[in-house]
């Protein structure tokens, strides 16, 4: 029997995964102390891996595809496929940006500032080859953590960090001035495994219920009846959405709506709805959304 080997992300990764997977309509399970996750899809094994090293092992063909960000693939200098950014209401999931930061108020400015100075990261090939690219010369450092008060205690010059708002640096008296790279999570596979033509198209398969599963978060879908005379009006109401789906009703001058929409407007959007004569509305919950 043919299977697909794909690498989910352990550690702070894993648990939003398994979600996803579920939404998806997999049904993923794992011993604490295991690293191969049960599916209850015979021809998917899946194995937990470090998302740092999920791209190196798709590269190698150790497994065929996996889920990771775009900051390991480019660290690992990993020849992947990028079969997709994984996304949702055109937002990636948790984009990031690693950049350099320094002390605020120190006497570095700007990048050329750093010329024989020592950095400390996690991205340790991928910043080196950055700033060889702008022929400054650093001593990069692994750091095995705590990276962001190790400017503040004066031992390196600057960090590249992980960041969202930028917050934590901030609350350690840091300020930004470069993005080494914005990173976002994706879908990747192995070249050889890509042209398997049953392992190309499993795979096509669990990414598309994995897309529908990400386009369906945060949305909910409507059903509504409404007479014809308040149809026009019901529409205005939503602006936003593509295509309602209209179908006449038994008893003639009436119709049923049904559209999908951010479930954060819900709470704004029934009220206005029942006020312009919606009747029968039903909020239901997506699973899966595809367009």
């Not at 992947?80 to 120190?106: F, Q």
Request: proline content about 3%; glycine content about 6%.
């Amino acid at each position: 029997m043919k299977v697909l080997k794909i690498g989910l992300p352990k550690g702070s990764l894993q648990d939003s995964t398994f979600e996803l997977f579920k939404m998806a309509g997999f049904n993923v399970s794992v011993n604490r102390r295991s690293y191969f996750p049960s599916l209850d899809d015979i021809e998917v094994q899946a194995v937990l891996v470090r998302a740092q090293e999920i791209s190196r092992y798709v590269s190698e063909g150790v497994i065929d595809c996996g889920i990771t960000g775009e900051d390991w693939i480019l660290e690992n200098n990993s020849d992947v496929i990028r079969l997709a950014d994984l996304v949702y209401a055109k937002k990636t999931l948790k984009p990031v940006r690693w950049v350099v930061a320094v002390k605020e108020g120190g006497p570095i400015k700007q990048l050329k500032d750093l010329q024989g100075k020592r950095i400390a990261t996690e991205l340790v090939q991928y910043t080196k080859r950055f700033f060889k690219e702008r022929n400054i010369r650093v001593e990069v450092e692994f750091s095995w953590g705590a990276t962001e008060v190790k400017v503040k205690s004066g031992l390196v010059d600057a960090i590249v960090e992980l960041t969202e708002t930028g917050e934590s640096l901030r609350a350690n008296n840091l300020k930004e001035i470069a993005v080494v790279c914005t990173s976002t999570t994706k879908f990747i596979a192995n070249k050889k495994a890509n042209k398997d033509p049953w392992k190309k198209k499993k795979m096509e398969h669990v990414l598309l219920l994995l897309r529908g599963a990400l386009e369906a978060k945060g949305r909910v879908g409507l059903k509504l009846n409404v007479q014809e005379k308040n149809l026009k009006k019901i529409l205005s109401l939503l602006p936003a959405l593509k295509r309602p789906t209209l179908s006449s009703l038994t008893i003639k001058g009436w119709y049923a709506l049904e559209v999908v929409i951010d479930e954060n407007q819900v709470r704004v959007m029934l009220p206005q709805l029942k006020a312009a004569g919606a009747e029968g509305i039903i909020e239901y919950p997506l699973n899966k959304l595809i367009y």
